[in-house]
């Protein structure tokens, strides 16, 4: 198969001419500026000039070859084309995969579940693609309870169903692990962390940090996907804008990301509460800035019981359903749902599609009651 080389058409390309243009002048004005900074020994003002200077080189807003796209690029691409990443979920996977190279959204009102689906699809995606790295950015937890909720969530055991969180902790304090579930939890999770396979990361950084960081990360390639929970918590570092707009700016820029870095983000967003026995909707999401407009798949999450709660309704259930709708999706189903069942001491998150599950679940919880 032949590729296009501009070279030898005589058709010099505008990627070349940009490149050598933004390094000339670049460099020069790196070298001159720089030098002077160096030697007043304004390293803080270098630092920043430096990053500045050189924000936009990996952009590829910055350096574009115009030419028609044609049927050898549609052939190569094709054939280099990744699937989109499973959620292990089967119900869930015979509808949708989360695309490559886009963002998908996971939206819900607060404490319906979105954290949750969220952190049991970044644990299913790092157990399924054992060579890929996956990266969680919180903006409300840290990593020290993220990383308790994922080891939860792992040994699945409960000990409490009413307050199994601050049990677990404090069995991990006392440093005496026992059970054998726990410490195989640990040492695997001990293993997804020295491989680097699994990032708990709470630092929160704005939009051109957390740029400057995938843009390092990513170089290797090994990076499967990036989970941010939850778009309304991130900033620009300076904004002029109202939060919708800012919002609106913050979401095309992730979507520059994951098409720039070639991976897929999944981020959470929290929608307004809604009437008492309101579901999901897509209108929801565009009180929350426009920001469906850049998704390619959008999750509605949608948890019954809590509805339940906000009407005075005390919930004591440890399995409650809960709703995943497929609010928008460019590449396949729409307005299906799936309800999925939420082990709630234990964080878990399973498809109870299969009958088969649902009877093997019931017998461990009747046995562990």
């Not at 070349?16 to 007043?40: D, I, M, P, V």
């Not at 959620?87 to 190279?101: F, H």
């Not at 601050?166 to 020295?194: C, Q, R, Y």
Request: aromatic fraction near 6%; proline fraction near 3%; charge should be neutral.
């Amino acid at each position: 198969m032949s590729t296009f080389d501009p070279f030898k058409t005589g058709q010099i390309d505008l990627q070349y001419n940009q490149a050598r243009e933004l390094l000339e002048n670049g460099l020069q004005e790196l070298l001159e500026h720089g030098s002077n900074l160096l030697k007043q020994q304004k390293y803080e003002e270098l630092k920043t000039f430096i990053t500045e200077r050189t924000r936009g080189l990996n952009r590829d807003k910055d350096i574009r070859e115009l030419r028609p796209y044609s049927l050898v690029d549609l052939e190569v691409e094709i054939s280099q084309d990744t699937e989109g990443l499973k959620t292990s979920w089967p119900a869930v996977d015979k509808l949708i995969r989360i695309p490559q190279e886009a963002l998908t959204i996971v939206a819900g009102q607060p404490s319906h579940g979105k954290t949750s689906v969220m952190l049991n699809m970044f644990i299913n995606c790092v157990k399924q693609y054992p060579q890929k790295q996956f990266l969680f950015y919180s903006y409300e937890e840290n990593s020290k309870h993220l990383a308790s909720k994922v080891l939860i969530n792992m040994s699945e055991c409960c000990f409490d169903e009413t307050n199994n969180f601050t049990h677990f902790e404090n069995i991990m304090k006392g440093n005496k692990i026992d059970n054998p579930k726990i410490e195989k939890a640990v040492k695997e999770l001990e293993s997804m962390t020295s491989t680097r396979r699994l990032w708990l990361l709470d630092h929160g950084p704005d939009l051109d940090d957390l740029h400057n960081e995938l843009s390092y990360l990513t170089k290797d390639g090994k990076v499967g996907g990036v989970f941010i929970d939850y778009v309304q918590k991130m900033k620009l570092k300076e904004c002029s804008f109202d939060r919708q707009r800012e919002l609106q700016v913050i979401s095309n820029e992730l979507l520059r990301m994951a098409k720039t870095f070639k991976i897929p983000i999944i981020m959470g967003a929290q929608l307004e509460k809604g009437k008492a026995d309101e579901v999901v909707r897509l209108d929801q999401l565009r009180e929350a800035g426009d920001i469906e407009q850049d998704a390619n798949l959008i999750l509605g999450v949608y948890n019954k019981s809590m509805i339940k709660a906000r009407q005075g309704v005390k919930v004591n259930d440890r399995l409650v359903d809960m709703t995943l709708s497929i609010l928008k999706n460019r590449n396949g189903a729409v307005n299906e749902d799936v309800v999925l069942r939420f082990d709630r001491p234990v964080l878990k998150i399973r498809d109870f599609s299969n009958r088969n599950v649902m009877g093997g679940m019931t017998q461990r919880i009747q046995r562990l009651s």
